[in-house]
């Protein structure tokens, strides 16, 4: 199944989130979450990186993520073994009630 998915109305395609983690090999695997808190759309990519991450690899994450989506997103990091193994790259899991 196709895992694009429009927020704030632009798209965000599952390659640009593969171009992210290229871009940053401290990056095992990343999975983004878009979510909508109060309505509001946001985007976290969430990355297994081994070692734990540090404030200026999630810095580089955010301004990889911003130039290849045109989009602000936020970062955050897991631990190794954190993302299910089921080749979701974008899960969408806003609500609209």
């Given at each position: 199944?196709?895992?694009?998915?429009?927020?704030?109305?632009?798209?965000?395609?599952?390659?640009?989130?593969?171009?992210?983690?290229?871009?940053?090999?401290?990056?095992?695997?990343?999975?983004?979450?878009?979510?909508?808190?109060?309505?509001?759309?946001?985007?976290?990519?969430?990355?297994?990186?081994?070692?734990?991450?540090?404030?200026?690899?999630?810095?580089?994450?955010?301004?990889?993520?911003?130039e290849?989506?045109?989009?602000?997103?936020?970062?955050?990091?897991?631990?190794a073994?954190?993302?299910?193994?089921?080749?979701?790259?974008?899960?969408?899991?806003?609500?609209?009630?």
């Amino acid at each position: 199944a196709d895992q694009t998915t429009k927020v704030k109305g632009m798209f965000v395609h599952p390659g640009q989130i593969a171009q992210v983690v290229r871009r940053h090999p401290e990056i095992t695997r990343a999975r983004l979450v878009v979510d909508n808190p109060e309505l509001n759309d946001r985007m976290t990519l969430m990355c297994e990186v081994a070692g734990g991450g540090s404030e200026a690899l999630a810095e580089a994450i955010t301004a990889s993520i911003r130039e290849l989506t045109k989009l602000r997103g936020e970062v955050a990091f897991l631990p190794a073994g954190a993302l299910a193994n089921d080749g979701k790259v974008i899960d969408d899991v806003r609500t609209y009630a």
